[in-house]
């Protein structure tokens, strides 16, 4: 059987241009030791708020609090499948003055330069969307992806399409 796992994501960006990375423990289930942004699971009541569930990941993993936070928008919105596991995850833009005020068990917190977060050791449905977003910058819509095979290569990808509405165009 087939479940569904919904995500929500903050790309946190600071006037240095540096973003807001988390080293993740090893003793974490999911990416442990790797490099990833703040985030989690959607909780059953913000199935359909998941700009609310980014707004408390970020304050559960960072103590930043949501006025503290500048623009945070949708950017991204991501499938893949994962086993039996279909993920939507929801990426949020945004910018903060603030460093993170706690301590998490999840990992440790780093702001890292812009020209380095691809240096990282980062899974590779994050790096993807990370070249993504450092090759075309902010954009007035949103972007899905589909996570999948390059039919030629067999190599894993992810197919980037602007999210716009068709009757608006």
């Not at 423990?25 to 790797?34: D, E, I, M, N, V």
């Amino acid at each position: 059987m087939i479940t569904l796992r919904m995500m929500s994501t903050a790309l946190l960006m600071n006037e240095r241009d540096e973003l807001l990375m988390m080293k993740r423990s090893l003793h974490r289930t999911l990416s442990p030791g790797l490099w990833a942004a703040v985030g989690g699971h959607l909780e059953p009541n913000e199935i359909r708020q998941p700009r609310t569930a980014c707004l408390r990941e970020i304050y559960e993993e960072t103590g930043i609090e949501a006025d503290e936070i500048e623009g945070l928008r949708m950017q991204y919105v991501l499938l893949r499948l994962n086993g039996q596991e279909i993920r939507q995850q929801f990426f949020y833009i945004g910018r903060t003055r603030v460093n993170p005020r706690v301590v998490t068990s999840e990992g440790d917190l780093y702001w890292i330069p812009r020209e380095q977060v691809l240096e990282r050791e980062i899974p590779f449905i994050f790096r993807s969307l990370l070249q993504h977003y450092f090759d075309v910058g902010d954009t007035p819509h949103p972007w899905v992806g589909s996570a999948g095979f390059d039919e030629d290569t067999g190599e894993p990808t992810i197919h980037w399409h602007p999210l716009l509405d068709p009757l608006r165009v």
